[in-house]
């Protein structure tokens, strides 16, 4: 059964880091296209990064360039999301997604496979 976790978020202050795992099972990461997503309460889902399966291209959410890195580890066969300086709009639940497609994009619906998301609340 192919299926991806998150793990990773939880209650951070503005200013704080957190670092977000999209761990994968039944396939290999290395083969996918992962894409980062959010949806914050009221707002509809987004795009925040992504990092295409030949690993040649990764892309950011313009809010967040400069502040979250994307990565793999393919030993691991687990995505990360990196996340300093964080501010009170990235609060959200944070999803990752993979997709054989090659293309690195933020448009949800391209991906096959999603995670259940992992809550990232951003406040003082």
């Known amino acids: 059964q192919l299926q991806l976790v998150e793990s990773g978020g939880g209650l951070v202050q503005p200013g704080g880091s957190l670092r977000l795992s999209c761990a994968a099972s039944?396939?290999?990461?290395?083969?996918?296209?992962i894409g980062w997503f959010r949806q914050a309460p009221g707002k509809e889902r987004e795009g925040v990064s992504c990092?295409?399966?030949?690993?040649?291209?990764?892309n950011y959410k313009d809010s967040v360039k400069g502040r979250f890195t994307i990565s793999r580890d393919n030993a691991r066969n687990t995505v990360y999301l990196q996340m300093n300086n964080l501010k009170p709009e990235d609060t959200a639940v944070y999803y990752c997604?993979?997709?054989?497609?090659?293309?690195?994009?933020?448009?949800?619906?391209?991906?096959?496979?999603w995670g259940q998301g992992t809550q990232v609340t951003v406040s003082s």
């Open positions: 039944g396939f290999t990461l290395d083969y996918y296209t």
């Open positions: 990092f295409s399966r030949n690993g040649g291209t990764t």
């Open positions: 997604a993979a997709d054989r497609d090659p293309v690195c994009s933020g448009y949800g619906p391209k991906y096959r496979y």
